[in-house]
């Protein structure tokens, strides 16, 4: 880095700017000065002749009445008296107070039976005439806080003047609002690099190109081609976006620019418009290079419209955002990656050709991402040798990679817990378990009552799910309570991944949801609290199917999603496009659904009685069903003669 300093004489050391504003030696002579001026005060303030103890004025009266004081002095707020030899020595006695000399006690200025009392006695009486209010009182009132006024003024004026000055310009922070609060990563990038990212193979593809731009841009130029203004990254939680803005840092090998959409926001007005100019203006200074957005839908919402109220600062961050955008050159060298997993939110000023030209989505990885993302993050882990990943991986669909990292952190710390040499098999499908289905509640004891039904309950749903082709195959029942809610449950796991689901299928799974109340319909004639959650889901399975699948034959193929206008999104408001008519029609045809197919789930279970019983009386032994045990069991479920809407499309 170039010194700018050179050809100058050197400063002089005691004179260096300080951090705090000033020079080291002006700093010492004002800390001096307040050093005195306390210990000033504090002199002045404890300083006098001795304990003055305050009394009541009555008590103070009776003690003139008494011949115990020996003078008084009247000032305008209070009366001090000095006490004979006689009653300081009585009273230091009773009080143990060795430094009592005087008593004082508020005056009653409307009291005109004192002076009579001190004259009958012939006590000496002097009259004080204080302006103030007590000791010092101008002193501490007006004069102390103008000065400590005066100083932290004075302090403030320098630091800001610091601004302007070869030396106090980098640490200020006063004047500092609208500086970009970007963290800058040089050449050597993050330590993060592509071989780092697994399961996301097309959006590495994308960046990667993103990286040979500024590299090479004359490889893509030479036929007239400009390179992209911006990458946004869409996709769920935990997928990885962010880690992938790390590795372009890595891998770019040009300054990087980091930083969160809140980073912008701040609650002063005008100041994140202010940062997004100075953030682009240092990126331009330094091109190429890459400016990375984490969280964009922070500063990015939808601008408010018809009527609704709006958010005057975050709306001119986000003006500034678009202006700087569309202001870049395409030569510039200067790419913005966003990311965001809201992209139904963000303005569609953003999403426009010229400023996100390209929208990277990072989605949940399929078996095959779940293995490769394991393999990364258990690169550090000890592994015992009959861990196999790609059963781990079988067994989480739907996980992303923050869950497959969790997993692998969890399981060895189960192992480590448990003193083992390394992370087994078993620790990963514990650890698996405590993620799907929580914590295990060893603590929470379920009477005997509790226990026989929960575990009907959950061999009800194994029975049925069991007897089902559309539904996933049982791998574990427990009654073991787990997480917040959780008695007991029923884990199953899919085969393969899957991107499209039956009507069939949609209607096994409502069965198998419906397995546990109607086992306890059956065995206790009553229903009880643990199938909310199943039932919360049978409706959600259910209502999609008549809104938007178009699975109903009365409803017909149609979508009655509710939709959300332009002016209401990202408020959490939305119009209903269907008449109350229609709504009373889907109403009846959910109710009509979840009835014939709890029916059906009745059928299934009565037929299969007495394996019900027996599975019920062997899990409450046990407390856990799995592994060859358990596929004894299904291996004796009677299936349903024939199936209601014929076999499914994927056989």
Same mark, same amino acid.
């Given at each position: 880095?170039?010194?700018?300093?050179?050809?100058?004489?050197?400063?002089?050391?005691?004179?260096?700017?300080?951090?705090?504003?000033?020079?080291?030696?002006?700093?010492?002579?004002?800390?001096?000065?307040?050093?005195?001026?306390? /210990?000033?005060?504090?002199?002045?303030?404890?300083?006098?002749?001795?304990?003055?103890?305050?009394?009541?004025?009555?008590?103070?009266?009776?003690?003139?009445?008494?011949?115990?004081?020996?003078?008084?002095?009247?000032?305008?707020?209070?009366?001090?008296?000095?006490?004979?030899?006689?009653?300081?020595?009585?009273?230091?006695?009773?009080?143990?107070?060795?430094?009592?000399?005087?008593?004082?006690?508020?005056?009653?200025?409307?009291?005109? /039976?004192?002076?009579?009392?001190?004259?009958?006695?012939?006590?000496?009486?002097?009259?004080?005439?204080?302006?103030?209010?007590?000791?010092?009182?101008?002193?501490?009132?007006?004069?102390?806080?103008l000065l400590i006024l005066f100083l932290f003024w004075g302090f403030l004026i320098r630091r800001m003047q610091g601004m302007n000055t070869p030396g106090g310009g980098g640490n200020s922070q006063v004047m500092s609002f609208g500086k970009s609060r970007a963290k800058v990563y040089a050449e050597e990038g993050t330590g993060v690099t592509f071989e780092d990212v697994a399961g996301?193979?097309?959006?590495?593809?994308?960046?990667?190109?993103?990286?040979?731009?500024?590299?090479?841009?004359?490889?893509?130029?030479?036929?007239?081609?400009?390179?992209?203004?911006?990458?946004?990254?869409?996709?769920?939680?935990?997928?990885?976006?962010?880690?992938?803005?790390?590795?372009?840092?890595?891998?770019?090998?040009?300054?990087?620019?980091?930083?969160?959409?809140?980073?912008?926001?701040?609650?002063?007005?005008?100041?994140?418009?202010?940062?997004?100019?100075?953030?682009?203006?240092?990126?331009?200074?330094?091109?190429?290079?890459?400016?990375?957005?984490?969280?964009?839908?922070?500063?990015?919402?939808?601008?408010?419209?018809?009527?609704?109220?709006?958010?005057?600062?975050?709306?001119?961050?986000?003006?500034?955002?678009?202006?700087?955008?569309?202001?870049?050159?395409?030569?510039?060298?200067?790419?913005?990656?966003?990311?965001?997993?809201?992209?139904?939110?963000?303005?569609?000023?953003?999403?426009?050709?010229?400023?996100?030209?390209?929208?990277?989505?990072?989605?949940?990885?399929?078996?095959?991402?779940?293995?490769?993302?394991?393999?990364?993050?258990?690169?550090?882990?000890?592994?015992?040798?009959?861990?196999?990943?790609?059963?781990?991986?079988?067994q989480t669909p739907g996980f992303v990679g923050a869950d497959l990292a969790n997993i692998i952190n969890e399981a060895a710390l189960l192992a480590a817990r448990k003193e083992k040499d390394a992370v087994e098999m078993s620790d990963f499908q514990d650890a698996i378990e405590r993620v799907i289905a929580g914590l295990e509640k060893k603590s929470r004891r379920l009477s005997e009552?509790?226990?026989?039904?929960?575990?009907?309950?959950?061999?009800?749903?194994?029975?049925?799910?069991?007897?089902?082709?559309?539904?996933?195959?049982?791998?574990?029942?427990?009654?073991?309570?787990?997480?917040?809610?959780?008695?007991?449950? /029923?884990?199953?796991?899919?085969?393969?991944?899957?991107?499209?689901?039956?009507?069939?299928?949609?209607?096994?799974?409502?069965?198998?949801?419906?397995?546990?109340?109607?086992?306890?319909?059956?065995?206790?004639?009553?229903?009880?609290?643990?199938?909310?959650?199943?039932?919360?889901?049978?409706?959600?399975?259910?209502?999609?199917?008549?809104?938007?699948?178009?699975?109903?034959?009365?409803?017909?193929?149609?979508?009655?999603?509710?939709?959300?206008?332009?002016?209401?999104?990202?408020?959490?408001?939305?119009?209903?496009?269907?008449?109350?008519?229609?709504?009373?029609?889907?109403?009846?045809?959910?109710?009509?659904?979840?009835?014939?197919?709890?029916?059906?789930?009745?059928?299934?279970?009565?037929?299969?009685?007495?394996?019900?019983?027996?599975?019920?009386?062997?899990?409450?032994?046990?407390?856990?069903?799995?592994?060859?045990?358990?596929?004894?069991?299904?291996?004796?479920?009677?299936?349903?003669?024939?199936?209601?809407?014929?076999?499914?499309?994927?056989?």
């Amino acid at each position: 880095m170039e010194d700018r300093n050179q050809g100058n004489p050197p400063r002089d050391p005691g004179n260096q700017p300080d951090p705090l504003g000033g020079t080291f030696a002006s700093r010492t002579i004002w800390i001096a000065v307040l050093i005195g001026l306390a /210990t000033l005060l504090i002199f002045h303030h404890f300083q006098g002749p001795g304990t003055v103890v305050e009394i009541p004025y009555s008590d103070l009266k009776e003690r003139i009445a008494a011949t115990e004081v020996e003078s008084v002095v009247i000032s305008d707020w209070s009366v001090v008296a000095t006490p004979t030899e006689e009653a300081r020595d009585r009273f230091r006695a009773e009080t143990e107070d060795e430094t009592f000399d005087q008593w004082e006690a508020t005056r009653l200025p409307q009291d005109e /039976t004192l002076l009579p009392l001190l004259e009958a006695q012939n006590i000496e009486v002097k009259v004080h005439h204080d302006p103030g209010c007590g000791n010092g009182g101008m002193l501490w009132i007006w004069l102390l806080p103008l000065l400590i006024l005066f100083l932290f003024w004075g302090f403030l004026i320098r630091r800001m003047q610091g601004m302007n000055t070869p030396g106090g310009g980098g640490n200020s922070q006063v004047m500092s609002f609208g500086k970009s609060r970007a963290k800058v990563y040089a050449e050597e990038g993050t330590g993060v690099t592509f071989e780092d990212v697994a399961g996301v193979d097309e959006a590495k593809e994308e960046l990667q190109e993103v990286i040979s731009f500024l590299r090479e841009p004359s490889k893509f130029t030479r036929l007239g081609g400009k390179v992209p203004k911006g990458v946004l990254l869409v996709g769920p939680p935990g997928t990885g976006k962010t880690l992938l803005g790390r590795a372009v840092a890595g891998e770019a090998e040009v300054p990087f620019y980091n930083l969160s959409g809140s980073d912008f926001v701040e609650m002063f007005v005008g100041v994140g418009a202010a940062r997004v100019r100075d953030l682009f203006q240092q990126a331009q200074e330094n091109s190429p290079c890459i400016i990375f957005v984490d969280e964009l839908d922070a500063i990015g919402k939808t601008r408010g419209g018809g009527g609704f109220q709006t958010n005057e600062e975050r709306e001119q961050t986000l003006n500034a955002l678009l202006v700087e955008m569309d202001g870049f050159d395409a030569r510039s060298g200067v790419i913005i990656i966003a990311a965001t997993n809201r992209p139904e939110v963000l303005d569609p000023a953003l999403l426009r050709s010229g400023r996100f030209d390209r929208q990277v989505v990072v989605d949940r990885p399929d078996k095959k991402g779940r293995h490769q993302i394991l393999q990364v993050h258990a690169r550090g882990v000890v592994i015992g040798e009959d861990v196999d990943l790609e059963i781990v991986a079988a067994q989480t669909p739907g996980f992303v990679g923050a869950d497959l990292a969790n997993i692998i952190n969890e399981a060895a710390l189960l192992a480590a817990r448990k003193e083992k040499d390394a992370v087994e098999m078993s620790d990963f499908q514990d650890a698996i378990e405590r993620v799907i289905a929580g914590l295990e509640k060893k603590s929470r004891r379920l009477s005997e009552k509790e226990t026989n039904i929960v575990a009907y309950h959950e061999s009800g749903h194994a029975i049925v799910a069991g007897a089902l082709k559309g539904a996933d195959p049982v791998h574990k029942i427990s009654i073991v309570s787990r997480g917040i809610g959780a008695l007991g449950y /029923t884990l199953q796991v899919p085969l393969e991944d899957r991107y499209l689901v039956t009507r069939q299928e949609l209607r096994d799974r409502i069965c198998m949801l419906l397995g546990g109340r109607a086992a306890e319909k059956i065995i206790f004639g009553d229903v009880s609290s643990g199938a909310a959650n199943d039932l919360q889901r049978v409706t959600d399975i259910a209502r999609r199917m008549i809104m938007q699948y178009g699975m109903n034959p009365t409803i017909g193929n149609l979508s009655y999603g509710e939709e959300t206008s332009p002016f209401l999104k990202g408020t959490g408001m939305s119009s209903r496009q269907y008449s109350e008519r229609t709504a009373e029609k889907i109403d009846d045809e959910v109710h009509k659904m979840v009835e014939e197919l709890y029916a059906r789930t009745l059928d299934l279970l009565e037929k299969n009685l007495d394996l019900l019983h027996e599975m019920s009386e062997k899990l409450k032994e046990e407390e856990v069903l799995e592994g060859d045990q358990l596929d004894e069991f299904m291996d004796r479920v009677l299936p349903m003669a024939g199936e209601v809407d014929g076999p499914s499309l994927f056989e």
